[in-house]
């Protein structure tokens, strides 16, 4: 049984749905003052528009493409203290068009961390075990960047705001030998240390290569460090077993959001599942994903089911369940399984 530090997930994590207007507006309703907010059109192409509080408003950056930080004026204006302003951006912004934005508490703006050889500004969370980091690179191999998460974070995702290159990902499931990318459908690689110096993260740092992708002499570097908190998160792998009565990937929570990708090959989405957009069936069925890595409006075709104590796949397609194929997953909780040693939530089942 899971025991959470994290009594109410929705005031570090929340997905937000909005409709636009074409014009300004602040949304509100998130539960908090976001520092990370990832925006995304549901019901036509658009890029996937990310910012934060320690890059600062109006720059964004794209998780399905491997353009520099642009800025743009009429994206997203301010973090408010239960949501977000945006612009006449047609991206996130569009009249009549549907969004989802999903929110991560940090810490502000952030402050200077100097744990590792090149400094850094860290904003942190610790309670939820999110940190958002910005540096640049020195180009020296084995260099090291302070997170200030306090323990090893199980994903890191990194990309460089000053050079059009992909988005690299570590995730403790590969280790740090490997890495894949946020921005296209590709399996896991080998990066031959030169992109986690293949160093596990510390607690107090996670170590970078000399690839450009996270360490150009004189570019300039975001990351997303998510370290796991027992009962709110999850960062973990299952197998597929190809069959619609799909596997089960216990979390200790009934989850709120779920990023995963398939590892072995190539070919296939990622996947974004979240709580807001419900399935036209009802009950615990998740169909309505949307993918980080192509500006594709949101797809009905796979579904999943998010339960009490984790969450159980319900189709077979190659990107989520194929038989035998490896995938990676992160999970924030909607709610912990337990919330303490006598407050048990019921659970749910299909």
Not at 56 to 64: A, D, R
Not at 238 to 263: C, E, H, R, V
Request: proline share 2%; glycine share 12%.
């Amino acid at each position: 049984m899971a025991y959470s530090t994290i009594s109410k997930p929705s005031l570090h994590f929340n997905t937000k749905l909005y409709t636009g207007n074409g014009s300004t507006q602040s949304i509100t309703g998130v539960g908090f003052q976001p520092d990370w907010v990832w925006l995304k059109k549901r019901n036509s192409t658009a890029d996937h528009g990310l910012y934060d509080a320690v890059r600062g408003v109006t720059k964004q950056l794209y998780s399905n493409d491997t353009a520099a930080e642009a800025t743009n004026a009429n994206s997203l204006t301010a973090f408010g203290t239960d949501g977000f302003s945006i612009g006449t951006s047609s991206m996130i912004n569009g009249n009549s068009d549907t969004f989802a934005s999903w929110n991560w508490k940090a810490n502000g703006a952030g402050s200077a961390n100097t744990d590792g050889t090149i400094n850094s500004t860290v904003s942190a969370n610790t309670t939820a075990g999110f940190s958002i980091v910005s540096y640049t690179g020195s180009g020296t191999q084995g260099d090291t960047v302070g997170h200030g998460l306090g323990v090893a974070p199980k994903v890191i995702m990194v990309k460089s705001r000053s050079l059009g290159v992909a988005w690299l990902n570590y995730h403790s499931s590969l280790g740090a030998t490997d890495f894949i990318q946020l921005n296209n459908n590709g399996a896991t690689a080998n990066s031959s240390g030169n992109a986690w110096n293949d160093t596990q993260p510390t607690s107090s740092v996670f170590s970078i290569g000399s690839y450009n992708n996270v360490n150009t002499s004189g570019a300039t570097y975001i990351a997303y460090c998510f370290a796991e908190i027992k009962g709110y998160s999850k960062f973990g792998s299952y197998k597929g077993n190809g069959n619609a009565d799909g596997t089960f990937i216990y979390t200790g929570f009934k989850p709120a959001f779920i990023l995963s990708k398939k590892t072995n090959a190539s070919g296939t989405q990622w996947t974004i599942w979240d709580n807001k957009r419900s399935s036209s069936g009802g009950g615990n069925a998740i169909d309505k994903i949307l993918h980080p890595n192509v500006a594709n409006a949101v797809n009905t075709a796979d579904d999943t089911d998010f339960l009490s104590n984790g969450f159980k796949l319900r189709a077979t397609a190659s990107g989520m369940n194929n038989n035998g194929d490896s995938y990676i997953y992160m999970a924030i909780a909607e709610e912990p399984l337990v919330a303490n040693v006598s407050s048990s939530i019921p659970a749910t089942a299909r």
